[in-house]
């Protein structure tokens, strides 16, 4: 229902923004009735799931659950978004993209919901990224203001880190667990506190939820997160993107928890973004900037409960959740509201504003005692319960009191901010009067508010009504039922006792507001904005500088750091080697392989030496080629000399073509000092892969090999096992590199095409060329080898299957023959004779052999399997016929088709109508 909402706005944009509001919130409705449908399920102690198999390989399931946790939050997601639907109906001003907010806000949404259902950690981690780039999306909504740009950066990058951190910390707990499925994990808790890689894990999966938590340090992005419109922080603050760490850690609560380490980290965590955030708040002057502060601390407070980790620790945790949720949204809307009345959230600029707006006064004045923990109201049952455990909590030894000194410090740095957002906006006169005239918002841009105002006040005096969410959420945490009653009255203790210093101390301490301003102003402004985009702008500065050090435009440079990091890499691993020959005897060298090494090493050393001579040293580097089709003909590889011999060939007139437009001869460029240099790291590269053969081929290495011998004839009904593996196995493969080479021909032919050159007339050393382009020996040989290369390339493409041969030897040998036709005659006579394109050959190669894959669906059989059998024909006798000829024969059009493209377009450049160099004077 949420991946509805969020295609709805964009397709009802066109109807009315009163139409496209109601779209939008339909689903979201649907949804949450959806969910509360399924409680009675849970409550007769049923889980509801679902999960389907997605990328089974990696252990990624589509797998949702619905439990009591995930009950709780879904709740506050999708309730508390549908009042934040109604609230920016009004908020949004009728010029602004209102269809394109709605759907980002419901692909946010959409992605919350996703994390708390998430039954897979794999699934959980990727909506957990999906609300890091939806929220991006939202606080930069006023992309035309630099603060919300800059402020969506700063979440994007604090939250990216911390989810990578995260991801690897997920892999390391679903591994430790032996698999990705939350409820696997979630009873591996002794095998997984039992792990020597269990701290590496908890403080990478303790990053991810404190940098989306906004925990100290990594509270600073979210104060800036402030540029978004009102609805947004309404939403993000109270019920969603800042409360995912938080899930985080009560959804893993159950495996990971429990810890010494665990208890110190997420409790001391916790203390500090509380009172660093309570500190703040006081001091803001900043409606939006105060109420992210506190939010700051509330979340701290969370987290220290979720820290301390007893049953009633987790019971008063996601109490104040719930609360938290209600008093904070409301205050966030209710600053809207002021905003959006007044022109201004600056309390210098207001005050006084109960007069005019009494309505709103009243309803930020409720939320506001609620945030304080005033009797009566909610969020005083749920700071009591956190005073309570504070008290009782043995951590950190003799030194256990600290905690309910600061959790009392923390509740009065609470009354004191909420106490001064009151009474500075509607109570005290305002220093300078506002951009607009104050007056009440409408009814329905009211109605959010009064309702979240009301269930403050409704649970604070009936908490009972909260039992049984919070029981079922408990449940889902602990694993265990646990029995509680929540009061408003437990008697004189000392949790009340904190709770009354807080108020009393509160109230004093913002009556010493004013001092406690003028202290502050001693300490030097920091403004976190400026100190991460200018931290972003040196490490810019520095990446450029490296990288202008590094990338200097010397492909030799490049080369070298490319070699030499090889040479490194395959030297650390033959140090490792005791010996470098291995037990496995090697074959006795004869004469013939001495004779081809030697020449060989004489064409290699001929390509250096003579490299500035291109036409030689091309004939030099043929020479290596030829020697190594060869060597694989020797070696009992007659399909790779096959292949190597027809590409060698197709390679030397590619680059004949290509260099003719060059100079003969270049000049030298090298110095001495480079060239010692390129010398002995090729000497070293060439000792260090020798002996890294040799050691290879003096082992035994059990490959994969033997699998596809004894498959390739009842798998792939052809006994010629290189063939098999092409067209077969991995055909797969071979369809994708045949793609890439059709698309490189398209890309080839529409650089060459009507690209003109100007013939160079004579040679490197200034002889002239001969004027009989077209030789009559060329011509006649050419007449006699056309139709016998052809014939070759048919039998070598039919007997591909069997024997050594196939649809990429038979398309080389066709584009050769074709190619000498060129070079024969010329590209005039040739086209009038061969009067169609290239193009489609290579397009209609790749399309057959897509085709005969996808044959294999109308078989319910997996895309690329081939079917063979054998058939008897009149005439001809039994002959075994396999649908992979037809895959065979794309990659022959294919291999066709994208050769020609290049070469007879490269030789169009030189035909008679171009222009030459004596033309052009």
């Keep these: 229902m949420a991946l509805l909402g969020v295609v709805v706005p964009l397709l009802t944009r066109q109807r009315g923004r009163r139409f496209c509001s109601l779209a939008t919130a339909a689903p979201a409705i649907l949804a949450l009735l959806l969910v509360f449908s399924q409680v009675p399920a849970l409550l007769a102690g049923d889980l509801p799931r679902f999960q389907l198999a997605w990328v089974p390989q990696l252990g990624l399931d589509l797998a949702f659950r619905l439990d009591g946790l995930s009950l709780l939050f879904v709740s506050l997601i999708l309730g508390i978004g549908l009042l934040i639907l109604l609230y920016a109906h009004y908020y949004l001003e009728a010029h602004e993209p209102f269809a394109r907010f709605y759907s980002f806000l419901m692909l946010f949404m959409l992605s919350m919901v996703g994390i708390v259902m998430a039954d897979n950690l794999l699934l959980l981690w990727l909506f957990w990224e999906l609300t890091s780039l939806s929220s991006f999306l ?48 979630l009873e591996s808790r002794e095998a997984i506190l039992a792990d020597p890689r269990y701290p590496l894990m908890l403080v990478l999966v303790l990053l991810g939820a404190f940098t989306k938590s906004a925990q ?14 009102t609805p947004v922080s309404a939403y993000l603050h109270s019920a969603t993107m800042v409360k995912a760490g938080i899930f985080l850690m009560a959804r893993l609560h159950p495996a ?38 506190s939010t ?67 309803l930020t004045s409720l939320t506001a005692a609620a945030m304080a923990g005033v009797p009566l109201f909610n969020g005083f049952l749920s700071k009591e319960m956190f005073f309570a455990e504070a008290a009782a909590s043995p951590l950190l030894g003799g030194l ?64 009972v009504i909260a039992e049984v969410p919070l029981g079922l959420a408990v449940e889902a945490v602990l694993l265990t039922p646990l029995e509680f009653h929540l009061a408003i009255w437990h008697g004189l203790n000392l949790p009340l006792l904190m709770s009354v210093i807080a108020l009393i101390a509160g109230v004093l301490l913002y009556a010493l507001h004013a001092h406690l301003r003028q202290f502050g102003r001693q300490f030097s402004p920091m403004d976190a904005r400026l100190i991460f985009e200018g931290a972003v702008q040196r490490l810019m500065t520095w990446s450029e500088r490296l990288t ?53 090493i004489f064409g290699a050393l001929g390509t250096v030496a003579t490299h500035r001579y291109r036409l030689i040293s091309l004939l030099m580097l043929s020479v290596v080629g030829l020697v190594v089709s060869l060597t694989f003909a020797r070696f009992s590889a007659p399909d790779l000399a096959l292949t190597q011999l027809s590409v060698e060939v197709v390679t030397m007139i590619l680059l004949m073509l290509a260099l003719f437009f060059l100079p003969q001869k270049t000049p030298r460029e090298s110095s001495a000092g480079r060239n010692i240099r390129d010398l002995g790291l090729a000497a070293s590269l060439g000792m260090v892969v020798a002996s890294l053969n040799y050691a290879v081929l003096t082992r035994d290495n059990h490959g994969i090999s033997d699998f596809f011998i004894a498959n390739s004839v009842p798998g792939g009904g052809g006994h010629n ?77 039919l007997r591909g299957h069997n024997l050594p041969g196939g649809g990429f030897i038979a398309g080389l040998i066709t584009a050769v023959a074709l190619i000498l036709v060129y070079m024969a005659r010329g590209v005039e006579w040739t086209q009038q004779r061969l009067d169609f394109q290239y193009q489609p050959v290579a397009i209609a190669g790749v399309a057959i052999a897509t085709l005969t894959g996808l044959g294999s669906w109308l078989f319910g059989r997996p895309f690329l399997t081939s079917a063979f059998g054998h058939f008897h024909i009149p005439a001809i006798g039994d002959i075994e016929l396999a649908t992979a000829m037809l895959f065979d024969l794309g990659v022959y059009l294919a291999v066709v088709g994208a050769t020609l493209m290049i070469l007879a377009n490269l030789g169009k450049l030189t035909t008679p109508h171009r222009p030459s160099k004596e033309e052009k004077h």
Excluded at 568 to 589: F, H, K, N
């Design 256 to 293: 990971i928890a429990g810890s010494e380490a665990w208890e110190l980290i997420v409790t001391l965590t916790g203390m500090a973004t509380l009172l660093y955030g309570a500190w703040f708040a006081l001091l803001k002057t900043d409606l939006k900037a105060i109420l992210a502060f």
């Design 296 to 362: 700051v601390s509330h979340l701290g407070l969370i987290t220290v409960l979720l820290g301390i980790g007893s049953p009633l620790a987790i019971l008063a945790a996601l109490f104040h959740i719930l609360n938290h949720a209600t008093f904070k949204a409301a205050l966030f809307m209710s600053a809207g509201i002021i905003d959006h009345e007044t022109g201004t959230r600056e309390l210098g600029r207001l005050g006084g504003l109960r007069r005019a707006m009494p309505v709103t006064a009243l």
């Design 400 to 463: 256990s009191w600290l905690l309910p000194v600061l959790a009392t410090l923390g509740g009065i740095l609470s009354v004191a901010y909420s106490l001064r957002l009151v009474h500075a906006v509607f109570f005290k006169p305002a220093r300078k009067a506002p951009p607009k005239s104050p007056h009440e918002p409408p009814r329905l841009m009211r109605a959010p508010v009064e309702l979240l105002a009301a269930l403050c006040v409704l649970v604070g005096l009936l908490p």
């Design 216 to 229: 100290f340090p990594f509270h600073f992005w979210l104060p800036h997160a402030m540029a978004a419109p």
């Design 721 to 797: 096992v290189v063939n098999v593996i092409l067209v077969d196995f991995r055909g797969f493969d071979t369809l994708g590199e045949i793609t890439v080479l059709a698309l490189a021909g398209l890309a080839i032919f529409k650089l060459l095409n009507r690209l003109r050159l100007f013939m160079p007339h004579s040679d490197g050393e200034g002889r002239v060329w001969s004027p009989d382009r077209y030789p009559l020996i060329l011509t006649s040989v050419s007449q006699a080898l056309l139709p016998l290369a052809l014939l070759v390339s048919a039998f070598i493409f």
């Design 548 to 600: 202008v050090r590094l990338e200097n435009g010397s492909l030799q440079r490049y080369m070298s750091w490319l070699l030499g990091a090889a040479l490194l890499l395959g030297a650390i691993g033959l140090l490792q080697l005791p010996s470098l020959a291995g037990a496995r005897p090697t074959q006795e060298a004869d004469g013939i392989l001495l004779l081809g090494a030697a020449l060989m």
């Design 138 to 185: 939202l606080i930069g909504f006023w992309s035309h203001w630099t603060d919300a740009r800059k402020g969506a950066r700063m979440a994007l990058t604090v939250t990216g880190a911390g989810g990578l951190a995260l991801l690897a910390g997920l892999l390391l707990l679903g591994d430790m667990a032996g698999s990705f499925d939350l409820g696997v994990v």
